[in-house]
């Protein structure tokens, strides 16, 4: 696996005398729920756990030290694996060149990585010779099918293990064995929220953000600075594309993965990316949840600008329709599913020509596109002027809306003689 790195390491609990009865590939994060399945996994199963941390671009994230943790708890292996590139190239792209956005809001960050993260899991797993999977995700959120359904189809004969569905515990509960077993937690810094973060955005729910009556508070927010408080002189940027592709910034060619990263900087230093939403899980529940991706929501407008530029009024109107299925299958966690793969490749057909460059405000949190040019614009000046130079033949007008009326015109002539 490329990019991985793994440490061994003997649990520090033990199993007595009995025998593990088989390997367990744990998806694991450093978190509370994650970090006190390792110890539950093994009571429960008596197996032995393989930690695997995949790693899709979360901040500040110290792999390194999250690995050692999993070993002292009392995992049999702890494997990290880096699959950054890998998250941008094959699901963070084709996300944009779809315009996704679930309910047209949240830029689907969390549910994109889960069937990513579900590759690497099973690869690690056929690599360890494991028998099941785990994750720790609840019994009414999205995730938990994400995580499965993508299993199933990479591994139908694996068998997974979803330890906060068996073991409902409340958080403070939680929160208690971990003390009661000396794990390592930073129990000062116990936070209400739930919180999961990658290249392309943040989700936080939880905590007073259940009472969507209620402003959510500030310390919820972490990428981005309030509106209030951004600069008060705006910050021009232009995005370069290659079919559908952001390839530069300011015209400095730099990787994908580079773009992303400096505009969640840029964008989270100007308030760019909060969002605040009521959603429709797939479970059938409604939740409040707010969300920051400054370099998703400043991409996202920039690309939709050129595709305005750039294609017909039929491949626009048509996409858009396209667009939300694609959100939702990403959303419901059919990543892998036959349609996914037939509405990426209409998608990549319709960016053959989505090349050129955007220019943006950042300002106070919003993201405005102020200029767009393309070498396959289909825009004309001389169609769309109004002064002298205007090319567009008035007198045909009339024409087209004599047949274009015909239908409604005959109708309700039709009616009335009824």
């Not at 989700?203 to 209620?214: F, K, M, R």
């Not at 600069?231 to 952001?246: A, H, K, R, S, T």
Request: glycine share 8%; aromatic share 8%.
């Amino acid at each position: 696996m490329t990019g991985s790195m793994t440490v061994e390491s003997q649990s520090t609990s033990g199993y007595g005398e009995a025998k593990p009865a088989g390997t367990v590939v744990l998806a694991y994060s450093g978190g509370l729920d994650t970090t006190i399945a390792i110890k539950w996994l093994k009571d429960t199963y008596n197996m032995d756990v393989v930690a695997t941390i995949i790693d899709v671009g979360q901040p500040g994230k110290d792999v390194q030290n999250a690995v050692d943790k999993a070993g002292d708890i009392g995992a049999a292996r702890a494997v990290a694996v880096d699959v950054k590139d890998e998250f941008v190239e094959e699901y963070i792209i084709p996300m944009l060149k779809a315009n996704a956005k679930y309910e047209g809001k949240y830029p689907l960050a969390t549910a994109a990585a889960r069937p990513l993260i579900s590759k690497k899991l099973v690869e690690v797993a056929k690599e360890h010779g494991a028998t099941h999977i785990a994750h720790g995700c609840t019994g009414k959120g999205n995730d938990q099918v994400r995580f499965e359904v993508s299993i199933m189809a990479l591994a139908p004969d694996m068998d997974i293990i979803a330890t906060a569905r068996e073991w409902q515990v409340p958080r403070e509960v939680a929160y208690e064995y971990a003390e009661n077993h000396n794990m390592k937690l930073d129990i000062a810094k116990k936070s209400p929220y739930s919180i999961d973060e990658n290249l392309w955005g943040r989700s936080v729910e939880c905590g007073s953000l259940e009472d969507p009556s209620l402003e959510p508070p500030e310390d919820a927010y972490q990428w981005t600075t309030d509106p209030m408080k951004a600069p008060d002189n705006p910050q021009y940027l232009e995005i370069g594309f290659e079919e559908g592709v952001p390839v530069s910034v300011d015209g400095i060619p730099m990787p994908a993965t580079q773009i992303i990263e400096q505009l969640n900087n840029v964008g989270g230093r100007h308030g760019v990316g909060r969002i605040d939403m009521v959603e429709n899980r797939l479970v059938g529940i409604k939740s409040h949840e707010i969300y920051e991706a400054p370099a998703a929501e400043i991409l996202i407008q920039a690309h939709e600008a050129l595709e305005d530029l750039t294609l017909t009024r039929e491949q626009l109107h048509f996409k858009k329709g396209l667009e939300q299925k694609f959100a939702e299958m990403t959303y419901y966690g059919l990543w892998f599913d036959p349609l996914t793969d037939a509405l990426m490749a209409f998608m990549d057909k319709t960016q053959e020509t989505v090349t050129g460059t955007v220019k943006v405000k950042l300002y106070k949190g919003s993201c405005t596109v102020v200029g767009r040019s393309s070498p396959n614009s289909l825009y004309d000046k001389g169609l769309a002027t109004y002064d002298e130079d205007d090319t567009f033949n008035h007198q045909l007008a009339k024409g087209f809306i004599a047949l274009w009326g015909l239908p409604v015109k005959v109708s309700k002539l039709t009616r009335v003689n009824q």
